[in-house]
Each structure stands twice: as structure tokens, then as C-alpha cells.
């Protein structure tokens, strides 16, 4: 009975042999951290105001003035020319000299002219354009006092005070002489010609001054 009880105390008594089960211990719940992407916006692009692309000047239209210029005078310096031969011609003992001072004028003008269209070029790219413009605006210049002496001494001429005339025609020889025109080939051929018929045409009006024509 005892071994009886003994077995079956085994099965009755509390249960020591194995402790009470643990309790599980609910662990407080932490919340969730939330991650928010940081999105880096760039700064705007200040759009500076632009300026328009400066491009290297081109010497065309120079070019196109000066050649269109140098025409013009060597027009008049070449009908000056005619007109000194015209007025040489042997015989004729009343010439008009009224064209030729009036020739002389206009050269004169535009030589003035030319000289102010010439200096709105200030932006000249190439060297030697440059060299152009000042060698031909200087050419401009010197014949100024040659169209002036020779002005006066058409309308002194045509007066018939021959001999103060060809005074002024003296002086206009020796402006020649002055005039640089050896860069302009068509002008130098020309200013050539000029100088050389005034000697037989200042003969002309000593004569004239000697035996004047009918009035």
C-alpha cells in the first residue's frame, strides 16, 4: 500500500517537479519610424539678359565706299584733265574757262564729301584696309588747295586778267606736286596727265593775256 501510495502520489501530487510555466511579458509595441525622402530642388538658372554675339567687323562696306568714292574724283580729275586740253587748243582765241572752274569747285566739294564718309569708318578689321582709307583720305586732303587755285584762276581767266590768273594756275601746278598718289594707279596716271598739260595750257593764257580776243 505504501509502494501503492507512494506510485500513486506520484501521479496525484501537485505538480513540483515542474515549475509554472513563464508568463510571456508583451513587449509595448514601438512605432514604426516613418522615413521621409528628402527631395533637394536645385535653385532656378538665372537667365542673365544676353547680349547680342559681337562678330568681327567686316571691311565690305568700306570697301564698297572707298572704290565707289575713288571713282567719283578720278571722274572729275579726269574731266578736269579734258577740259585743260580743250582750252590749249591753238587757235582758239576766246576760250571759256568757265566749265573748268566749275569742275574745280565741284572736286573741291567733293573732296570734302568723301573725306567725311570716309571717317564713319571707325571699325575697320584689317590692317591694311585701314592704311587705305588714311593714305586715301590724306590724297582727299592735298587736292583740296590744287581745286581752290585752280577755281580762281578759271574765273580770274575768264575776266581776262590773264596774268593774275596764271598765278593761281602756277600754284595749282605746284599742289600737284604735293599730292600723294602713288597706292592709287588710276589716279596717279591721271594727276600725271593734269600736271603735265597745265604747262601748255598756262602757255595758252599768257598768250591770251597778250592778245586778248574780242569782248
Known sequence: MVLCTLFTGCTSLPDIVHPPAAIPVSTPAVPEVEITAFVTTAPPVQVLPTEPIRKTPSDTEFLLAYNASQEKILDLVTTIN????KDTV????????????SYARKLSASADEEITEMSKYREISDPANESRKEYYVNYLIRLKPFAANLETGASLAQKKEANIASGFFSNAKNDLTLVRSQELPGHLKMISQVQENLGPFMDAVQRQGKYPGPT
Open 82 to 85: 579734258t577740259e585743260l586740253v
Open 90 to 101: 591753238p587757235g582758239n582765241i576766246s576760250p571759256d574757262y568757265t566749265a573748268l572752274g
